[in-house]
């Protein structure tokens, strides 16, 4: 296949795992804040939206990343081809849509490091990966960033419930609607620089792109599209999980959550470590279940969701390596994964409708005001009661 038309091919499957990074991500920021009312969930997710696209521009740390460490550089430029890109794209993407069919906040960063690793390990061997940068940047962060912002999210928990009373709980609804923001305008900072990663990687290897350059201002502009896009979309069903699925969570407990997840993707992107804002924010929600005095954690759910964590990049690196195999093959074998991608995506969809999941079912609001009864008062000695 012509390689302008196979780097074409690429950048169009990176732009549409781009749009299902944004709804099986928009749990992270506005899952907590529609769980307690402060926002709607049209609006949350319109908010998101517009914060994820201004979020992308202000970075490319974690682009660079992928796009210059993640792959060895061989005597011939990239050890990776846009064919292989191609394979480790589908084996993100299929495994973003079937934790999205589950409910199930899994990675979709891993997802995508999963599917590039399998597929590159096929197509160029064990030494084209460099796996100072995976351990570095991806697996060190992915153990310690949910650790980190549970901990963060317990500690501000626990001095959010004591510093207030009850009835003045529900104040925390305002502070929400700043911190969840944050969250979305954090989350673009992170997450949309991957697509871009991905779209300067295939670059570099088609040499369109000088080998160790930054992504292009056009690059940057249609991720952060893609991304907002996928994010109004709203992922209902991951949000349904992280909102309640986890805890009942009351206004206190999701500003301390959101904060929390703020602080931790803010200082991560800085470091330019492609941490997974799913795990963050899931560390973040059980954090804040743990700080809350008659809170429980599920943590059947929350088995689930970490065992999710687990499998996520083996499962995407053997779709992804599954499908590199057949894509070197030839243009048939190229053909070949598209379709069978295609009916799967397909599938997945006409599945997911049989049990839908909308804006409405996900509003439930835990508010501690609505909890606080008036004291009954005792009866006077020979009173009637």
């Not at 796009?67 to 061989?74: A, P």
């Not at 598209?338 to 997945?348: G, M, P």
Request: proline fraction near 3%; charge should be positive; charged fraction near 10%.
């Amino acid at each position: 296949m012509d390689i302008s038309l196979m780097v074409a091919l690429v950048v169009a499957l990176a732009l549409f795992f781009d749009f299902t990074n944004g709804f099986h991500d928009t749990a992270n920021a506005m899952a907590t804040p529609i769980a307690t009312g402060a926002l709607k969930p049209r609006v949350a997710v319109a908010i998101a939206a517009v914060l994820n696209l201004v979020g992308a521009f202000l970075s490319t740390e974690v682009a660079n990343t992928i796009s210059g460490g993640l792959i060895r550089e061989g005597a011939g430029g990239v050890q990776i081809t846009p064919v292989m890109i191609f394979a480790g794209l589908i084996g993100a993407i299929l495994w973003n849509l079937v934790t999205w069919l589950l409910g199930l906040p899994s990675s979709s960063s891993h997802a995508l490091f999963g599917g590039l690793i399998g597929a590159a390990i096929v197509g160029a061997g064990f030494g084209a990966i460099d796996l100072s940068v995976v351990l570095s940047k991806i697996v060190l962060p992915a153990v310690l960033a949910p650790i980190t912002a549970g901990l963060v999210a317990f500690l501000a928990t626990r001095i959010a419930y004591t510093v207030t009373k009850k009835k003045q709980r529900s104040r925390f609804k305002i502070g929400q609607i700043f911190t969840s923001s944050l969250v979305s305008l954090a989350h673009g900072t992170n997450d949309a620089q991957k697509t871009m990663g991905v779209i300067t990687l295939t670059l570099i290897a088609g040499g369109f792109q000088a080998t160790g350059s930054s992504p292009e201002l056009w690059v940057i502009i249609v991720c952060a599209l893609a991304i907002a896009l996928g994010t109004y979309t709203g992922g209902w069903r991951i949000i349904r999980t992280l909102g309640t699925g986890l805890t009942e969570i009351e206004p206190g407990q999701g500003f301390a959550a959101e904060a929390a997840t703020t602080a931790t993707i803010l200082a991560s992107t800085h470091l330019g470590f492609a941490l997974s804002t799913t795990q963050v924010a899931s560390g973040s929600v059980i954090g804040t279940g743990i700080g809350r005095k008659g809170a429980s954690v599920r943590w059947r759910t929350a088995g689930r969701i970490a065992i999710g964590w687990l499998i996520t990049i083996p499962a995407a690196g053997l779709v992804g390596a599954l499908a590199s195999w057949v894509a070197l093959a030839g243009t048939g074998g190229i053909v070949v994964d598209a379709v069978v991608a295609a009916v799967i995506i397909f599938a997945i969809f006409v599945y997911s409708r049989r049990n839908r999941v909308d804006p409405a079912s996900v509003a439930v609001v835990n508010d501690p005001a609505a909890l606080v009864r008036p004291k009954r008062r005792k009866a006077k000695k020979g009173g009637v009661r």
